[in-house]
């Protein structure tokens, strides 16, 4: 199983930015995927879920500015990014319930500059 995220970069508070992750080696309609983020220092944290019917869940710091979407044909969930706010500089990762296992991706770094 492979998930390889991208999209991550520099933006200027108040920008947008769209990050992907790709899944290869699983049945991806049937998985729930997310986002998840860890800042320099913290705990890693849940940013936003998609499951396999289309059921979105986000963290409340994120909900109106961010939206998960997943697209079954391509075996790719993404993560729309707006209004984006210094404090959401983290390094992003993607995940995958496959059955009772998890996946992770590498992660993508996004930084928000004032």
């Known amino acids: 199983v492979q998930l390889q995220a991208s999209g991550g970069g520099l933006v200027q508070a108040g920008g947008s930015l769209k990050l992907s992750c790709a899944a290869s080696?699983?049945?991806?309609?049937?998985?729930?995927m997310g986002w998840y983020r860890q800042a320099p220092g913290k705990q890693r944290e849940l940013v936003a879920t998609?499951?396999?019917?289309?059921?979105?869940n986000y963290a409340d710091s994120v909900k109106g500015r961010f939206t998960i979407s997943r697209g079954n044909a391509k075996n790719a969930v993404y993560l729309q990014m707006s209004s984006l706010k210094p404090e959401d500089t983290a390094v992003y990762y993607c995940?995958?319930?496959?059955?009772?296992?998890?996946?992770w991706g590498q992660g993508t770094l996004v930084t928000v500059s004032i």
């Open positions: 995940k995958a319930q496959y059955g009772l296992t998890n996946y």
């Open positions: 998609i499951t396999s019917g289309g059921t979105t």
């Open positions: 080696g699983i049945i991806f309609s049937i998985a729930s």
